[in-house]
């Protein structure tokens, strides 16, 4: 079946701009999670939705950082006044039940001129 | 606070030639270890998940066994397919979601 899909694959923008990338979850996975991987470091845990609720919010870097899930399905992660140490690969993850593991997609690469 | 510290940060090895990969962890009460299999441009496939001190499991030429301090991901007879970066992570008891993440061992297996 279908995996985890994130779109845009890659996105160049420039300091200052507003991005959002989207995520589009197994279908039926009701858990979301969104994570960041810089060169060098590992996958850092940004937030995470059960549903449409994220009742871990505890990841995200600053508060230019926002993310929303609609449906039970879709999730956009926002980041505002982009910085260049935002650069960096986001990755979502989703799974099924508690004690199943975490799927990814192949993540949005992100680079800030 | 959970970490987990993975070593070697990489290992190069000859066409059959087995090693093991290892992930040392503290955690305030283990709920799960996580291998995962990551190539260049991908996100991370999973690979297993190991609970208790004692467990193993095994698929092809890999198998990952836990104790209470470290977890081992080894590799017999690798072949040149094998060369990924493998990535170990864990998940705390106590109701938290997250997965936390070892740096990870690019591995690489030359024919």
């Known amino acids: 079946g279908a995996g985890v899909s994130q779109s845009p694959s890659n996105k160049v923008t420039e300091k200052g701009k507003d991005v959002e990338l989207r995520c589009d979850p197994i279908?039926?996975?009701?858990?979301l999670y969104w994570y960041r991987q810089s060169l060098g470091q590992g996958l850092e845990f940004l937030i995470y939705?059960?549903?449409?609720?994220?009742?871990?919010k505890s990841g995200l870097p600053s508060d230019r950082f926002s993310a929303e899930r609609t449906g039970g399905s879709v999730s956009t992660l926002t980041i505002q006044r982009t910085q260049q140490e935002d650069s960096a690969v986001y990755l979502c993850?989703?799974?099924?039940?508690?004690?199943?593991?975490?799927?990814f997609g192949d993540g949005t690469r992100l680079s800030i001129l | 606070e959970d970490q987990v510290t993975q070593s070697p940060e990489a290992l190069r090895l000859q066409e059959g030639e087995s090693s093991s990969l290892n992930c040392s962890y503290t955690?305030?009460?283990?709920?799960?270890l996580f291998w995962y299999r990551q190539d260049p441009g991908k996100g991370p496939e999973f690979l297993f998940t190991?609970?208790?001190a004692g467990e193993e499991k095994e698929k092809e030429r890999l198998k990952a066994t836990l104790t209470k301090k470290e977890s081992f991901l080894h590799i017999t007879a690798p072949k040149p397919e094998d060369s990924a970066t493998y990535l170990c992570?864990?998940?705390?008891?106590?109701?938290?979601?997250?997965?936390?993440f070892g740096k990870g061992t690019k591995l690489t297996v030359n024919p």
């Open positions: 993850a989703s799974r099924l039940y508690s004690n199943q593991p975490q799927h």
């Open positions: 279908s039926g996975h009701t858990a």
């Open positions: 939705f059960q549903g449409n609720s994220a009742p871990d």
């Open positions: 955690v305030s009460g283990l709920r799960g």
């Open positions: 190991l609970y208790s």
């Open positions: 992570a864990v998940q705390a008891q106590g109701g938290s979601e997250k997965l936390v």
